[in-house]
């Protein structure tokens, strides 16, 4: 995947009134290799303006793929996250166009699109290959045994003097991944060789790496992520792990736990939006404080440390939508509060400076 260079993003109904999630990761981390974006509700405008924020300035939205191909893409990346992450009909016939024209698909989606016997058979007719970024790692599905038949689960030690981080959240689409590679582009600036493991489908598409845990089955997850956190480790000694869920989100609770666990992390970034009282699509379940997160994260994570140590040592927050006064009151309250750094990685250009600060001053292996 890393090799390809001209992407479209197939954006349709994703820009407005909200840009999705994925849309806005790639334009943050790789819109050097966007050259087009395709939504027929915003044709002829700049990507930039559509978007806000400042990304991807200087992409045109084009109607459709035929539109985009004056561009010269060499694939189409599905920027959206539809409910059950499911592919629409409509976005079908829209990928059935790009593989027909050769162009690679990126996709992560949960619907497999190697798995659909139409898109299948067009890819193979014209050589263009389909990137299922939550493919299910059955190769990994492997349990080592004893001598006597027992299995082994082991917790595997990490290189002394080598720092694991994860990021954790009060909530879901709450900033994980950003922070992580805010934090990582900090720690690339002071050459520190940082690894970054991405956990999710947008982070492995911005990297051309990694695994998303939702498509693993359970009891594979904290192995696996073990694995990726120990091959990180083997070339850096900053290892910034993808957080996933939250521990306080009734249908996001595991991921935290299996991420916690299977990086046995050394420190924890918590993540807040400001201007959420609730879980985002849960509006009756109220997020806990901040102190209350910091408790809870740091006791879940302690569970596989034998001296109980793994500390929460920043706060990441999102302040969009307050001034800058509010901006600062704000996190100047929160550090008075918790007394941890606290700062927002997007808004300030200092601010993942200010959250490597807090890890490198923290716990190592």
């Known amino acids: 995947m890393e090799h390809l260079k001209r992407i479209a993003i197939l954006a349709e109904d994703e820009i407005t009134p909200s840009p999705a999630k994925t849309l806005m990761g790639i334009l943050r981390y790789r819109s050097d290799r966007v050259v087009a974006v395709v939504d027929r509700h915003n044709v002829g405008r700049d990507t930039g303006d559509a978007v806000g924020q400042g990304l991807g300035t200087g992409i045109p939205i084009v109607a459709d793929v035929e539109a985009a191909m004056a561009f010269e893409p060499d694939a189409v990346l599905l920027g959206a996250e539809p409910t059950g992450g499911i592919l629409s009909p409509s976005w079908r016939a829209m990928v059935l166009d790009a593989v027909g024209r050769g162009l690679d698909v990126i996709n992560g989606l949960h619907t497999m699109l190697g798995e659909d016997e139409e898109i299948a058979a067009a890819a193979e007719r014209t050589g263009a290959t389909l990137w299922d970024v ?19 689960f082991e917790i595997a030690k990490h290189r002394p003097g080598t720092r694991t981080v994860l990021t954790v959240g009060t909530d879901c689409g709450i900033g994980k991944m950003t922070t992580m590679l805010e934090i990582e582009k900090e720690a690339l600036r002071r050459e520190l060789a940082p690894k970054f493991v991405a956990t999710g489908q947008i982070g492995t598409m911005i990297t051309g790496r ?7 089955i359970v009891d594979y997850v904290a192995k696996i992520i073990e694995e990726e956190t120990l091959a990180a480790l083997e070339g850096s000694d900053l290892v910034l792990v993808e957080g996933q869920g939250a521990l306080n989100h009734p249908r996001g609770s595991g991921g935290p736990l299996f991420l916690m666990h299977g990086s046995r992390a050394d420190s924890l970034i918590l993540c807040h939006d400001l201007s959420r009282p609730t879980i985002k699509l849960l509006s009756d379940f109220p997020l806990p404080s901040l102190e209350r997160s910091i408790e809870m994260h740091a006791e879940g994570a302690s569970w596989v440390w034998p001296e109980g140590r793994c500390p929460v040592v920043g706060i990441s927050l999102i302040t969009r939508g307050l001034s800058d006064e509010q901006a600062l009151e704000e996190i100047a309250k929160i550090e008075a509060a918790t007394g941890l750094p606290a700062t927002d990685v997007v808004r300030y250009p200092d601010g993942a400076a ?12």
């Open 134 to 152: 939550r493919r299910e790692p059955k190769e990994r599905y492997t349990v080592e045994f004893m001598p006597d038949g027992k299995p082994v």
């Open 354 to 365: 200010k959250l490597l600060d807090a890890i490198l001053a923290g716990p190592t292996a």
């Open 210 to 216: 990694g695994v998303s845990i939702d498509a693993i």
